[in-house]
T-cell receptor, first 108, second 117 residues
Framework: AQRVTQPEKLLSVFKGAPVELKCNYSYSGSPELFWYVQYSRQRLQLLLRHISRESIKGFTADLNKGETSFHLKKPFAQEEDSAMYYCAHTSGTYKYIFGTGTRLKVLA | DAGVIQSPRHEVTEMGQEVTLRCKPISGHDYLFWYRQTMMRGLELLIYFNNNVPIDDSGMPEDRFSAKMPNASFSTLKIQPSEPRDSAVYFC???????????????FGPGTRLTVL
């Protein structure tokens, strides 16, 4: 079965430190990977998707098919990055599989 | 544009009661999704529709759950009878059709926080 694994429920880092939120997926075909973010009292929203290959709010994510990973990275964390982050995967259909989420806390 | 609209925002009910959650997708979007969010299981897809037709309901946990989309601008998720383990935040999302062969962005509603006592 298709699965998305986010091993960390909570990740705390200090402001200015690098951040890496881990995401692994299980799918043998050509996946589409996404990161969605939910800031406090805001709606869940798309942060970035692998096919766009862009950096949003300083975050990047590279699809590594060999390791079946799509880790989210930012070189210098900001306090406003504190939020709930979900990795998601589809296999070309509209059936999204989300991970269990990682809460990022950026400490001052 | 108000985005995806969900009602009610909060619902507290007693075990055994019927609960109906409502969703209005963004106009023009072809896809509508219902999700359940819990601490333990994260965000789970319950069911999704394409042009008002249910495409995949494999995530619906039990027969107590049902979803309908009578027209392009309205969908309901019903739980009958409700149980305490149904307590969660239920999200509705909609998405436009993507002609490029890849799936498009999902736009989420604010969610309905359901508490079953």
């Amino acid at each position: 079965a298709q699965r998305v694994t986010q091993p960390e429920k909570l990740l705390s880092v200090f402001k200015g430190a690098p951040v890496e939120l881990k995401c692994n997926y299980s799918y043998s075909g050509s996946p589409e990977l996404f990161w969605y973010v939910q800031y406090s009292r805001q709606r869940l929203q798309l942060l970035l998707r692998h096919i766009s290959r862009e950096s949003i709010k300083g975050f990047t994510a590279d699809l590594n098919k060999g390791e079946t990973s799509f880790h989210l990275k930012k070189p210098f964390a900001q306090e406003e990055d504190s939020a709930m982050y979900y990795c998601a995967h589809t296999s070309g259909t509209y059936k999204y599989i989300f991970g269990t989420g990682t809460r990022l806390k950026v400490l001052a | 544009d108000a985005g995806v609209i969900q009602s009610p925002r909060h619902e507290v009910t007693e075990m055994g009661q019927e609960v109906t959650l409502r969703c209005k997708p963004i106009s023009g979007h072809d896809y509508l999704f219902w999700y359940r969010q819990t601490m333990m299981r994260g965000l789970e897809l319950l069911i999704y529709f394409n042009n008002n037709v249910p495409i995949d309901d494999s995530g619906m946990p039990e027969d107590r759950f049902s979803a309908k989309m009578p027209n392009a601008s309205f969908s309901t998720l019903k739980i009958q009878p409700s149980e305490p383990r149904d307590s969660a935040v239920y999200f509705c999302a909609s998405s436009p059709y993507s002609a490029g062969g890849s799936t498009d962005t999902q736009y989420f509603g604010p969610g309905t926080r359901l508490t079953v006592l």
